[in-house]
């Protein structure tokens, strides 16, 4: 089995599944066009290939990312690799799952069809729900986070948490999180206006005096839906707040005037992302959890 990849999350998988690993040259052409290489090309005849494609918070480039899956994933097959396994721990296009406005493209599902076409099997860590829209298929695996981060806040000994969903969505997971760690839940309301972006965020204040809370999201982009609940969370008294998510994609928020991550760290005692994208708060890492699902499925 190869694991194939640019970065140091790469070579850690494939130091966990006890594979080899092989590296991917790459570089931006002077017009914005990509360039990649396997670095060695020769080993690729006959295995297993997991290839992992994944970026960094603070210049994450979604359509570098498609471009690189389809590349490489082509390379792959013209060097005859036995079975081919895209790996995004990340996936682009996540939340683009809905024609929310009529005429609106359903990205996510245009290119889920495209790249699976390309490989045996195609996972990706949770992101929006792929099962409610009955995307799931024996070509497609969404790997599950809440257990790798239920594990890591296990550390913090809570007494009695409450576990926050920000928006209705992530419910589910919430209330995963507070089973397996001994707590409680709480959800929170979030509309947006399609047409301006803007996000409104309602819902019961508890009174929670002195608890420790965790608000959790799938991911933060602009960090508007987390601060929204971390204003109302505020207002229940709470002695402690740790904010967690697994997608960490930071970009500046233009109404607060700061990234993202600045901007949910600076209100909150703790703010803790996964390695799903390499962050400054990724401290939670997916990779044994998925170590252990590629063993089994791949
Ligand atoms: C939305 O449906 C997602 O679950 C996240 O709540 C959303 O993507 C977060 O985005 P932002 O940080 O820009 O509010």
Same mark, same amino acid.
């Not at 494609?53 to 480039?61: F, I, N």
């Not at 697994?246 to 703010?271: A, Q, W, Y």
């Given at each position: 089995?190869?694991?194939?990849?640019?970065?140091?999350?790469?070579?850690?998988?494939?130091?966990?599944?006890?594979?080899?690993?092989?590296?991917?040259?790459?570089?931006?052409?002077?017009?914005?066009?990509?360039?990649?290489?396997? *670095?060695?090309?020769? !080993?690729?005849?006959?295995?297993?290939?997991?290839?992992v494609?994944?970026?960094?918070?603070?210049?994450?480039?979604q359509?570098?990312?498609?471009?690189?899956?389809l590349?490489?994933?082509?390379?792959?097959?013209?060097?005859?690799?036995?079975?081919? &396994?895209?790996?995004?721990?990340?996936?682009?296009?996540?939340?683009?799952?809905?024609?929310?406005?009529?005429?609106?493209?359903? *990205?996510?599902?245009?290119?889920?069809?495209?790249?699976?076409?390309?490989?045996?099997?195609?996972?990706?860590?949770?992101?929006? /729900?792929?099962?409610?829209?009955?995307?799931?298929?024996?070509?497609?695996?969404?790997?599950?986070?809440?257990?790798?981060?239920?594990?890591?806040?296990?550390?913090?000994?809570?007494?009695?948490?409450?576990?926050?969903?920000?928006?209705?969505?992530?419910?589910?997971?919430?209330?995963?999180?507070?089973?397996?760690?001994?707590?409680?839940?709480?959800?929170?309301?979030?509309?947006?206006? !399609?047409?301006?972006?803007?996000?409104?965020?309602?819902?019961?204040?508890?009174?929670?005096?002195?608890?420790?809370?965790?608000?959790? /999201?799938?991911?933060?982009?602009?960090?508007?839906?987390?601060?929204?609940?971390?204003?109302l969370?505020?207002?229940?008294?709470?002695?402690?707040?740790? &904010?967690?998510?697994?997608?960490?994609?930071?970009?500046?928020?233009?109404?607060?005037?700061?990234?993202?991550?600045?901007?949910?760290?600076?209100? &909150?005692?703790?703010?803790?992302?996964?390695?799903?994208?390499e962050?400054?708060?990724?401290?939670?890492s997916?990779?044994?959890?998925?170590a252990?699902?590629?063993?089994?499925?791949?």
């Open positions: 089995m190869i694991v194939l990849g640019r970065d140091g999350f790469s070579e850690k998988l494939a130091k966990k599944m006890h594979a080899k690993f092989v590296r991917i040259e790459s570089k931006i052409f002077p017009d914005g066009e990509s360039y990649f290489r396997i *670095s060695e090309p020769e !080993r690729v005849k006959g295995e297993k290939v997991i290839l494609v994944r970026g960094e918070s603070s210049k994450l480039d359509n570098r990312m498609l471009t690189e899956s590349l490489i994933l082509d390379k792959l097959k013209e060097l005859r690799a036995k079975k081919t &396994c895209l790996l995004l721990p990340y996936i682009p296009y996540a939340r683009q799952d809905k024609e929310f406005l009529k005429g609106e493209t359903i *990205s996510i599902k245009t290119f889920r069809s495209i790249l699976k076409e390309k490989c045996d099997l195609l996972v990706n860590v949770t992101s929006h /729900d792929f099962r409610k829209e009955g995307w799931i298929d024996r070509k497609t695996y969404v790997m599950d986070a809440t257990d790798s981060i239920a594990e890591f806040l296990k550390s913090k000994k809570f007494k009695d948490p409450v576990f926050v969903a920000p928006d209705m969505g992530v419910n589910e997971s919430v209330e995963k999180l507070a089973k397996s760690l001994g707590g409680n839940s709480l959800g929170f309301k979030k509309e947006r206006d !399609r047409k301006t972006g803007k996000i409104r965020t309602s819902g019961k204040i508890p009174n929670l005096r002195g608890k420790e809370l965790v608000i959790y /999201d799938d991911m933060v982009s602009t960090g508007g839906t987390i601060h929204n609940a971390l204003k969370a505020k207002k229940t008294g709470a002695g402690k707040i740790i &904010c967690v998510t697994i997608h960490m994609i930071s970009v500046l928020n233009k109404k607060h005037g700061k990234n993202s991550i600045d901007l949910i760290r600076d209100e &909150c005692d703790e703010f803790l992302a996964t390695d799903t994208i962050s400054e708060v990724s401290r939670i997916v990779i044994p959890d998925l252990k699902t590629l063993l089994k499925i791949f």
